[in-house]
């Protein structure tokens, strides 16, 4: 589930990514129910209505082992918000981007949630053809040496030009032509994920 948003009362309208599509359904007394949160993988089925958007019906959540687990929940949550506003005004998708979500859940209890942020994101910028690999300061469109800064979209900079921490220009060619982080340290993980959290 992508977004939920209260329309009157205790009535809802969510957002929710499935393999093909994104699509808005209406839950009516959806606010009292507990299943109905952004993030939360469901099952459910669907009533048309001629007048008005599809209602949902008969849901039931799918868990995973760190729902009950604090701070990953809210990682989570802050990585599935990224979605709504990426895929808005989008009906038919490619499953890449439920499978990068069913994945991304599958493994979140066993590995760092930030480091499975950063390779995601960098996963979907490639997917959708958005890397830029070239080693060129955005801003002052000069050759990058050593050390870089990446503004939204792992855009890279040099760092006195976005006025932002550096970092290695050898670990960040690395981190793009594998997409893993494993070779990063936690300090590196979280500027990376301070990044993907302003946005696709």
């Given at each position: 589930?992508?977004?939920l ?8 309208v ?7 599509e994104?699509?808005?359904?209406y839950?009516f007394f959806?606010?009292?129910?507990s ?13 048309e ?9 008969n ?16 990682l ?10 990426h895929l ?16 991304a ?29 070239e ?42 032509k ?7 340290d ?15």
């Amino acid at each position: 589930m992508l977004s939920l948003r209260k329309v009157k009362n205790e009535d809802c309208v969510a957002v929710i990514l499935t393999k093909k599509e994104t699509k808005a359904y209406y839950r009516f007394f959806g606010a009292r129910h507990s299943i109905l949160q952004v993030g939360n993988l469901i099952d459910f089925e669907t009533e048309e209505n001629s007048h008005f958007i599809p209602r949902l019906r008969n849901l039931s959540q799918i868990h995973f082992p760190w729902l009950f687990e604090k701070n990953r929940l809210l990682l989570w949550h802050n990585f599935i918000k990224l979605f709504e506003p990426h895929l808005k005004d989008t009906q038919e998708i490619e499953t890449f981007y439920y499978d990068l979500l069913l994945d991304a859940a599958k493994k979140w209890h066993k590995q760092n949630p930030k480091r499975i942020v950063c390779e995601n994101y960098l996963a979907l910028l490639i997917h959708e053809g958005r890397l830029h690999k070239e080693e060129i300061c955005y801003i002052c469109e000069r050759s990058i040496e050593e050390e870089m800064a990446l503004m939204r979209a792992f855009i890279p900079a040099h760092p006195e030009c976005l006025h932002s921490a550096s970092l290695s220009k050898e670990k960040m060619r690395t981190f793009f032509k594998t997409g893993k982080t494993t070779h990063l340290d936690d300090s590196e993980v979280a500027y990376l994920y301070d990044v993907a959290m302003k946005g696709f």
